[in-house]
């Protein structure tokens, strides 16, 4: 049960004409090493990267092999990121005969010699599954998906093939399961998709998730102005293609559904090469913003982390403006790779959603897919959210365009009654996001825990205090009283886009993410520089872990680093002075500690109590046994000494009938017992007296039984003696 996370070659010619430039073909050239990396990568060329990609693939069934899978396990290249000296970050995917499996993906690090040094894991190690024989029928999950959607009203299924066969390892023990598709009425309007996991076996519901992430119920009522937009000439008329941003092609949907942008589509073209008359009496204002707004994306990505299209490729999304009716949405759908705006409803006055925050925002989806491909579901569901939050604001930043200046509000020029569609300064002044961690971070909309994310961000690249940015006014308020400055919004991006690409998986949790970013900070800019402090400032000022110690330099550094990057650190914490016992937090993971199984983890699966490591005993669904034990503890002579932890228990039983338990033993006797009937949705502190053991020295021992059926999972974290 090993389940720790270690952790283009022409030029382009071209021809202005109006308010529209004219190119004619990408530029393919070959990168030197010596260009100016982004977050400490080396930039790639098309025919490069191809390369690299090429190099994952042969070497694939041998990184399998030397990371323990199985025989019926492959890696599938899914992208590849260089660092400055040379070392290689290469992600990948994987299938268990042949079927995808949701959470198999994981990220291997290998040195400048080649050699693997550390590896990001969304399930750590081999998969075993039972059985390929569904017990449920495709039928039978189709209409169970059908029942559970929770996401839109009236769900229903179109084919048969809209139920797959996958392998869910997003749990501790790897099942067979279906992936349905359902559409219905939703947030994202009548044509609304959901995706639901289904047990194969039980036909118990896994999780479920909105499949548009867009910016759900907002309006665009921005028009960028008067802008140079770039066209392709043909014939003797002019397109909306984008030749100098992957051939980005923007289509006149003609209110296609949005389960099916393309159905009705027509290209924009005409003899003239001027476009729009900057109001919706034109079809094609709102085709100026979408193709302006995705150029100034792409083109943030390329001059910020040299990165060449959603997919790193060079290869533009296809986008469709005007798509089905009274739409107040815009997303990006990675199945079609493809971006669409509506035209917004009554509500924000039919303004098209074709803001230049809602274009990065959108196009931002696609790379998160390409990267890390957090789940649209809890926290890792609102990360995904929060970084196109992140990165649709720095494109506003970017792009410098006067009637759009940045700043860290979310939509606000999409006509909504309060001014905004969220606020990263202050994410629970909209009444809905969260602010600060809490344990049902995971239960909540994804698009509202995004908010803990956005604060981060601020605080990390503004710090507290009061300022006007963009003509508005931002308050970053932290969680906890602290003050402290900010590293500047660039450095903050850096760093956030290197945790994304090379440490985060798409299980990744709210506590991984802080230590996927300070481990990104200290490859940019060093293990003791003033930004890596200032990151776990933020991150404490939403409630996630501590600082670090002070490093005492003063003010951040003035340049990344560009060095390689070791395997992730833990951050050091120390939740209970006076502790009796050894690595109480888990922090230095098995430091101290005997366990049966490799329990104690920073798994990205579940989330620590403080800190990033934890101990996750059972949760296997059958009979088990498992122990976590410390000897020669040294109980003090004098008070009432007792013995406290932090617990946390999920369980798949139901009533109070004790099936699955957790025992605290004191040299061989039982003084507490936790069960199933013990759930919680937090953790939640126990205390143990130990006054009996007054001045002895005594061994401790967690004792976890599972009986045969359905799994109860305890976590356990901050155990302290004094």
Excluded at 114 to 119: E, F, N
Excluded at 213 to 233: D, L
Excluded at 461 to 472: F, H, Q, Y
Aim: with cysteine; hydrophobic share 35%; proline share 3%.
């Amino acid at each position: 049960m090993n389940r720790k996370t270690a952790l283009t070659a022409a030029v382009a010619a071209a021809l202005t004409l109006g308010s529209a430039f004219v190119a004619s073909s990408q530029n393919v050239a070959l990168a030197s090493p010596t260009t100016q990396s982004g977050a400490g990568f080396q930039a790639m060329s098309t025919v490069g990267r191809l390369a690299a990609m090429e190099q994952a693939g042969r070497e694939a069934d041998a990184v399998a092999k030397s990371l323990g899978l199985g025989s019926d396990e492959r890696l599938l290249a899914k992208d590849v990121l260089v660092d400055n000296d040379g070392s290689r970050h290469v992600r990948y995917d994987r299938t268990y005969r042949g079927l995808p499996v949701v959470g198999g993906d994981l990220v291997v690090y290998r040195a400048k010699n080649g050699r693997i040094t550390s590896t990001s894991w969304a399930h750590e190690g081999a998969i075993k599954v039972a059985g390929l024989a569904p017990k449920l029928s495709t039928q039978d999950a189709s209409a169970t998906a059908e029942r559970s959607a929770k996401h839109v009203k009236q769900a229903r299924t179109g084919t048969l093939d809209s139920s797959q066969l996958v392998v869910w390892a997003v749990g501790k023990v790897p099942l067979l399961a279906y992936r349905t598709t359902v559409t219905g009425d939703g947030e994202a309007g009548a044509q609304s998709r959901e995706a639901v996991l289904v047990d194969a076996a039980s036909g118990a519901v896994l999780d479920q998730y909105e499949l548009e992430q867009g910016v759900s119920g907002t309006g665009n009522g921005v028009n960028v102005g008067q802008v140079t937009i770039e066209t392709s000439q043909g014939g003797s008329g002019y397109t909306l293609t984008d030749a100098l941003h992957g051939s980005t092609i923007v289509y006149d949907s003609y209110n296609s559904p949005q389960s099916n942008p393309a159905q009705n589509a027509r290209t924009f073209s005409k003899s003239s090469n001027s476009w729009g008359n900057g109001s919706t009496s034109s079809r094609e204002s709102a085709a100026v913003d979408a193709s302006y707004g995705l150029a100034k994306t792409w083109d943030f990505y390329k001059n910020t982390f040299n990165r060449s299209g959603i997919r790193n490729d060079g290869r533009g999304a296809p986008a469709y403006v005007h798509v089905d009716n009274q739409l107040l949405n815009a997303f990006y759908d990675d199945s079609c790779f493809c971006m669409s705006f509506g035209d917004g409803s009554s509500q924000n006055g039919n303004i098209p959603l074709t803001a230049l925050d809602v274009s990065g925002h959108e196009m931002s989806h696609g790379v998160t897919a390409a990267t890390a491909n957090l789940n649209y579901s809890g926290e890792s569901g609102g990360l995904n959210e929060a970084t196109s939050d992140i990165f649709g604001t720095m494109v506003e930043f970017s792009a410098g365009n006067s009637t759009d200046p940045g700043d860290y509000y979310i939509g606000e020029k999409l006509n909504m009654g309060n001014g905004y569609l969220r606020r990263m300064d202050n994410p629970a002044a909209d009444g809905s996001s969260l602010s600060c961690y809490s344990s049902r971070a995971g239960q909540v909309d994804v698009h509202y825990s995004s908010g803990i994310a956005n604060h981060f961000f601020y605080l990390t690249a503004e710090g507290t205090g009061a300022k006007t940015i963009g003509g508005l006014p931002h308050n970053g308020t932290p969680c906890n009283g602290d003050s402290f400055g900010g590293i500047g919004k660039d450095k903050a991006a850096q760093i956030w886009y290197r945790a994304l690409s090379t440490y985060m998986t798409s299980t990744t949790n709210y506590s991984a993410a802080r230590t996927a970013t300070l481990q990104a900070a200290a490859d940019l800019y060093g293990a003791n520089s003033q930004e890596r402090y200032i990151v776990s400032k933020a991150w404490a000022a939403v409630s996630i872990g501590t600082a670090l110690p002070d490093p005492g330099n003063g003010t951040p550094s003035p340049s990344p680093t560009g060095t390689g990057s070791p395997s992730p650190t833990a951050s050091p914490t120390n939740p209970n002075p006076g502790n009796a016992l050894t690595n109480g937090g888990f922090e230095q993971g098995a430091t101290g500690w005997t366990q049966s199984a490799n329990d104690i983890t920073n798994s990205t699966q579940q989330q620590a109590h403080g800190g990033s490591w934890y101990a996750w005993m059972m949760g296997y669904g059958s009979a088990a046994t498992e122990s976590l034990s410390q000897n020669n503890i040294a109980v003090p002579a004098t008070g009432s000494p007792k013995l406290t932890f932090w617990l946390k228990v999920t369980t798949a039983e139901s009533g109070s009938t004790v099936y699955d338990t957790l025992k605290v033993n004191v040299n061989g006797t039982t003084l507490a017992t936790y069960s199933n009937a013990n759930a919680s949705a937090g953790y939640v502190q126990k205390t143990v007296d130990l006054s009996a053991y007054r001045g002895q020295t005594v061994s401790l021992e967690f004792a976890g039984q599972e009986d045969a059926y359905l799994a109860t999972t305890f976590l356990l974290d901050d155990v302290a003696l004094g």
